[in-house]
């Protein structure tokens, strides 16, 4: 695997692959890599000839009082692995490399950034757009590989990439969990045993709703409130949103039947966790 760190060399590097012809597979991260970074890699790898992963924790995106400093950073291991999985391609430039001194430019997707972690997270998608277009246009792959986990920036990044006009298809992967629902995050590492046991509920407010539609309810209205009561159950977690939306305008919908968005975000001590279903059309 290639490691590389400046821009003029990924950009070097992705344009000789793709003049050769394959396909290249980009899977952007933030590196504490898990099973769901995992499980990316391995759909680029079935699909393109050649895989590039990207490690770049965001400064951008993270808001004044966030955990930009200590956010997990293993760079070796995360290589490692990538090693395994058998990636062709990683980069891993610094915040100088991808912001040069003087750098006033960014990208903005209207009302989609401003609706649920936008919401909760002012300029948080601002940082999350311009970061991915401009790994974009360094890379310039065929195919773009996201976790579902991730709904919100799906839409904001969907958006982006139809509305810019960029040659690039985002894939959209399944949410990856651990054996008792738990969506896989690197900020799971930030709980402990027993926060990480408070932290399957909000697993357990979307399987409520979820039981709650399978038994007939359709109102978005009364599903939030099935939600929101389980999340309450826990007096540990503190609810930042329960909301059913759009899964392409992040808009909150009335009732279910032509298919929703469940998302949840909460507090589980001090860390922020995000968790999402799809239900599909009536």
Do not use: W
Not at 51 to 71: C, H, M, R, W
Not at 111 to 135: C, I, M, N, W, Y
Not at 183 to 191: H, I, K, T, V
């Amino acid at each position: 695997m290639r490691h590389i760190q400046s821009v003029a060399e990924m950009k070097a590097a992705c344009r000789e692959i793709t003049r050769g012809g394959k396909l290249l597979g980009f899977v952007p991260t933030m590196g504490a890599l898990h099973e769901g970074h995992a499980s990316l890699v391995r759909t680029s790898k079935t699909k393109c000839g050649l895989t590039a992963v990207s490690i770049f924790v965001n400064p951008l995106q993270f808001g004044p009082a966030e955990d930009l400093d200590k956010y997990p950073r293993a760079l070796v291991r995360d290589s490692q692995l990538l090693e395994q999985l058998g990636a062709d391609v990683l980069f891993a430039p610094t915040a100088a490399e991808m912001y040069p001194t003087g750098a006033t430019t960014f990208v903005e997707v209207g009302e989609l950034s401003d609706r649920l972690d936008g919401l909760s997270r002012p300029g948080h998608f601002r940082g999350v757009a311009t970061v991915v277009a401009k790994l974009f246009e360094i890379v310039r792959p065929d195919f773009a590989f996201f976790g579902q986990k991730d709904a919100a920036q799906v839409a904001v990044l969907r958006r982006m990439v139809r509305d810019l006009n960029m040659d690039v298809e985002v894939v959209v992967c399944p949410i990856i969990r651990e054996p008792d629902g738990l969506a896989m995050s690197s900020r799971n590492a930030y709980l402990n045993p027993d926060e990480r046991k408070q932290a399957l509920v909000l697993h357990r407010a979307l399987m409520a709703v979820q039981e709650a539609v399978g038994s007939g309810e359709q109102d978005a209205g009364k599903l939030i409130e099935v939600g929101a009561s389980a999340i309450a159950g826990e007096p540990a977690a503190q609810l930042d949103y329960f909301a059913i939306v759009d899964p392409d305008s992040l808009e909150p919908v009335s009732d279910i039947s032509g298919g929703a968005l469940v998302a949840v975000a909460a507090y589980v001590g001090a860390t922020r966790l995000i968790d999402n279903i799809l239900l599909l059309p009536r």
